[in-house]
Structures are given as C-alpha cells and as structure tokens.
C-alpha cells in the first residue's frame, strides 16, 4: 500500500510538472501538516506580551477554569476580554460543560486580538467576542447567565452588577477579579456583594489579586 501510494505521488507529480489538468494534489494534506490547536502556547504568548499586566494570573485563570468545570457552566459572561488570557482559561473549562462563553471588550485592538487568540487556541466555537462598551452590549445578548465574570475597570463593577444580577440564575455565579489588590477602587461593589440577602459571597486570592465568589441563592 505504502509503495503503491509512493507510485500515485510520483504519477501525480509528473502530471503537474508537464502542466496536465491534476485532479490529486500530489503534495502532503495542509490538514496533516497543521497542528492542532495549542491553547498553552497561547496562553504563554499572551502573557508574555502583557505589558500592561492586564490579564489575570495563571492562578487565577486555574480557578476560573475550574469554577466553570466544577459548576457545569452554560452561559457564560466575561466583562473584559483584553487580549482572551482568562476567556481561554474559561473556554477550556467550557469545552467540557458544553457551554458557551460571550466575552465583551471596548478597546478595537485588544478586541481584534482576543478573537485571533481564542480562534488560534481552537476556542471559535464556544468564545463570542463582542467588541463595544458592555454597558451597551449586555442588554443586546438575549437570556441570562448562569457564570459572570467581571474584569473591566473597578470604578464601575457595582454599576456592572446592578446591570447583571437580575439576569443571573439562580445557583448562577458572580466572580469579580481584583478585590483583594485593588479593593479601595471598589469599596460600593464589595459592601453590596457582601451584604447582599441573596448571595453567599466569600473572597479567594489563589495569587494576591483576589476574586469574590457570589453564588445566587
Ligand atoms: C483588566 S483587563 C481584562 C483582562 C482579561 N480579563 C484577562 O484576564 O485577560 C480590563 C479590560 O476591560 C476593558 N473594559 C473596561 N471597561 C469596559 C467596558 N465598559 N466595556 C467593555 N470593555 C471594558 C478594558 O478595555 C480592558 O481591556
């Protein structure tokens, strides 16, 4: 078989060296040359180009991951995407529940980014990017949510929960990035979090950053 497919190759290679009509592309398959998707490598090329340390931490991205897996997320919500580091992380955790995320971002050239990211860490078919403010692209995405992700600027997060906690399942979860590291910039945010009747909220810090974890009751 082995020869015989050697003898095809070399028929088919006279054929287009001499210029005849080739039906059979005599060259190896792109599909068997390209390799699948390494979202690793993405990560890391993300990270290592993050100059503005936007991104959340590996840490941080492990317990998103995790949080998503572990809760059988479906409808996922992430408040800005920046380049895609924490929506792959989520991604990851989503291909596994079968769920889907919709990332939201505002800056055009993070937002062209984040969806080269996710496509090259084969996450297409389960991260939306929509490019915008999300204070005008929330209302637009039909249904609720049963995971939230919040990581845009912290002077608006408790603007952004006010936004989010009424299309959020019950059992849904509210996750808020930065609360430990930058908790003065958010001081309304975290009383309402906290004190909330219908919430159980607790703060983790897998890396110093700190995330509180609201799940509806
Ligand atoms: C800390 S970065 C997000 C990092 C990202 N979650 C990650 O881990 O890779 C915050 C991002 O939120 C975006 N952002 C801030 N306010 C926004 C808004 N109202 N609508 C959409 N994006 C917003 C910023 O442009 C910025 O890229």
Known sequence: ????LRAARFRACMILLTGA??????????AAQSKPPDASAVLAEIRSKD??????SEEDGRFLRLMIASSGTKRALEIGGASGYS???MGLGLRKTGGRLVTIEYDPARARELVANVRRAGLADIVEVRTGDAFQQIPKITGTFDFVF????????????????PRLDANGLFIAHNVVNKKNEMADFLAAVQTHP???TTIVSPSGEGMSVSLRK
């Open 1 to 4: 078989m082995i020869v015989n």
């Open 21 to 30: 009509t080739c039906l059979v592309d005599p060259r190896p398959q792109a």
């Open 51 to 56: 100059t503005g340390q936007l991104a959340v």
């Open 87 to 89: 929506a792959i992380w």
């Open 150 to 165: 919040l990581d845009a600027w912290k002077k608006d997060y408790k603007r952004f929960f006010d936004l989010v906690y």
């Open 198 to 200: 219908s919430l159980w």
